[in-house]
Every structure is written in C-alpha cells, then in structure tokens.
C-alpha cells in the first residue's frame, strides 16, 4: 500500500479541501492510504467524512512555529512510514518539503492552487516568497499546478521542457451531483426567495483575495433597479464579520443570504440563477467549475486562469477594476441567460475520478 500524507493547512470547505475529500471516496484504498495534516486545532468540517472514507487526520504546530513545526511533522513523517508527502499548502510548502526529505520521504509534491505572487510585495513577503521558491524547486520530485497562472509563482522557468515532473493538471469534480436540478423550488423555499426574485451566489473563503467588498458595492447598484435581486454568499472567514457590518451599514441585510460553510453546495448552485466572482487573482476556482456544471451563467473576473472557461459562452469576464455599476448590468444580463438542461459535455474532462487518477501518478 502507498501511504501519502496530504499537507492542507486546515480542513475547512474550501475548493483544494473539497476535492481531496471526495476524490478520497473514489481512489482503490487497498493501493492507497491517504492521510491528512493540518496546522492547529482549527474547524474541521471535513473530518468526520475522511476518517469515514478510512483517512486519518494529522495535527502539528503552524510552520510560523518553525523548530516545533519542524520536530512534529519530521516525527509524524517517520513513524506513518509514508512513501510520498504531499503539499497544498503553497509558499509554505516549500519547508514541508525540506522536512520530507530530511525525513527521507522519496515521493515529495509540491501542488500549487492558486496563482498568488508576493514577488513584488513587501520587503519581507517577497523574501518569504524568493525562500519558498528555492526551496520547492530542489526538494519537490514532483509539481503539479491546477493551471498555467498556478504554476508561474514557484515552477522553474523551464519546467515545460522538465514535463512530466512539472506539469499541469486541473482539479476535478463530482459531476453525479450535477445531474438533475429538482430541488431548486425546495431550496429557495428554504432561503426564503421568491421564485420570481434573481439569486446571485457567490461561494468562496471570506478573504481579502475574494473581494467580497465589490459584492457589497454591487448589490448597491443593483439595489437601485427594479427588480429583486438577492445575493446568496456561501462561505466563512476572517472577514465575515466586517463584510456583514458593511451590508448592515448600507441597509441591505434583507438583501443578502449569509449561509456559512454549506455541505450542499451543489444544491445551492442549483437554486440560483447567475454565479459571480470578483476574486484578486485565481488559479483554477473550484466553485467557477461547479457553477458551470450547475448550468449558471458567471460574471468573473479577469485573473481567473482561462483554463477553467469549460463552457466560455456562459461567461462574462471584467476587469477586476472596473465599477460596480459594469458588474450590476453584466449581472442584469447574465441573468436573462437560460438554463441548460443537462450537465454541459465540456466539463467531463473535469470528473473528479480523473483527477485522481492523474494524481495519484505522481506517486511512482
């Protein structure tokens, strides 16, 4: 058996989260024993469905503790006897790696989901950064980036010609859950919106990367139209709190649908007409992909890889700068768009079954 252990950070309802969990209920688990490690003692939502699907869950100190981050990880690498040790973790995956190797790990994968660069950051983010990159470059025996925008900030500058050891490889997801769209009156029903009112949604870590902020301005705008519109946020985070105060502020409370984290959110998808996201920078959003397996039209921003465009015609891209008010009328329009009956045959290429299996390749 090939024992891997996931580095994530924490195990909350994110897009990486999510698809190791349920990709985790799909692999042989005779060939394969998957194991997560997460920073802290953190909400783990995840826990209770890895551990059903035979996974274990691992904690160890936040690397910024680095001699007792360290010492841990080193220890629990040693006695699970892994053969690969895989990190999800981005900069800081570059010292898990350093670990795995002095541990004498042989498998170590470096797996970058997400195109943030602090190369022209703060003095000290870009050192951070510039450290990082050295350090996945010569202890990963494998990288793996969910699109080409993911893989710039830490890949070699070559690493096309260095294939497959560096590669490309997008997330993928559960298209069964996709299939039929039957509970849409039940879930409106539920969040109480009228069958005649628009739902924008919008799933996603509350985080500055986000862009939550530009939501809030939007439905401003939209505020002012005649039409209902409400928007339906799914998520938790650090800044739940202040994006609430600032919806509070506005009066527009009646306007918004605070769901938190949600293990439904394939059904919540379904119940809504448009899908939006304004986020910063992107590598390859899990929810942009589910969106469109939902049938939704989207309004994204610019910095989202194109690689995860699997059905473009249904997309609307704006410049993450652009006002308000452009997002309000690409959301008007969006949502005259109709919905698609089936799932669209563009996004089988992204079943969550082979994904895993393009993974789990990297293990040998």
């Known amino acids: 058996m090939i ?22 209920e799909t692999i042989d688990r005779h060939r394969y024993q998957f194991d997560f490690l997460v920073h802290g003692d953190g909400p783990q939502p995840y826990r209770k469905r890895i551990e059903e699907a035979g996974g274990r869950v691992l904690s160890c100190p936040w690397p910024r503790r680095f001699p007792l981050y360290a010492s841990a990880l080193f220890r629990i690498l040693r006695e699970g006897r892994y053969r690969a040790l895989h990190a999800h973790t981005h900069a800081s995956s570059g010292f898990a790696l350093a670990i795995a190797a002095a541990a004498g790990v042989p498998v170590r994968v470096f797996h970058s989901h997400t195109a943030e660069d602090a190369s022209d950051g703060t003095r000290w983010k870009a050192a ?4 990082a990159r050295q ?3 010569r202890y990963a025996t494998r990288g793996i980036a969910v699109s080409e925008e993911a893989a710039r900030p830490f890949f070699p500058a070559d690493w096309r010609q260095k294939a497959p050891q560096w590669r490309v490889s997008p997330i993928g997801i559960d298209l069964a859950a996709f299939a039929t769209g ?36 939007i439905a401003l705008e939209l505020a002012m139209g005649d039409r209902e519109i409400v928007f339906v946020l799914v998520g938790d ?17 009646a306007r918004f649908r605070m769901l938190g984290v949600r293990n439904d959110v394939e059904r919540i998808l379904k119940a809504c007409d448009v899908f939006v996201l304004p986020s910063r920078y992107e590598g390859y959003p899990l929810a942009y992909v589910e969106a469109q397996a939902a049938g939704l039209p989207c309004v994204i921003s610019d910095v ?9 015609r249904r997309t609307m891209r704006l410049p993450v700068t652009a006002e308000p008010r452009v997002w309000a009328d690409a959301i008007r329009a969006a949502s005259g768009m109709r919905r698609p009956k089936m799932v669209p045959r563009q996004l089988r290429s992204v ?11 990297s293990y040998y």
């Not at 079943?351 to 390749?361: K, L, P, T």
């Open 304 to 312: 989202v890889a194109p690689a995860a465009d699997l059905v473009p």
């Open 351 to 361: 079943a969550i079954e082979s994904s895993m299996e393009h993974m789990v390749e």
């Open 182 to 217: 039957e509970e849409r009156g039940e879930v409106r029903q539920e969040l109480k919106i009228s069958p005649g009112t628009i739902a924008v949604v919008h799933v996603g870590r509350f985080a500055e990367v986000k862009n939550h902020e530009l939501l809030v301005e």
């Open 237 to 253: 985070g650090e800044r739940r709190r202040f994006i609430e105060r600032e919806i509070e502020s506005w009066g527009l409370s």
């Open 3 to 24: 024992r891997v252990l996931h580095v994530v950070g924490g195990l909350g309802v994110g897009g990486t989260e999510t698809w190791l969990t349920k990709g985790l």
């Open 135 to 137: 350090l996945i470059q």
């Open 128 to 131: 951070y950064f510039w450290c």
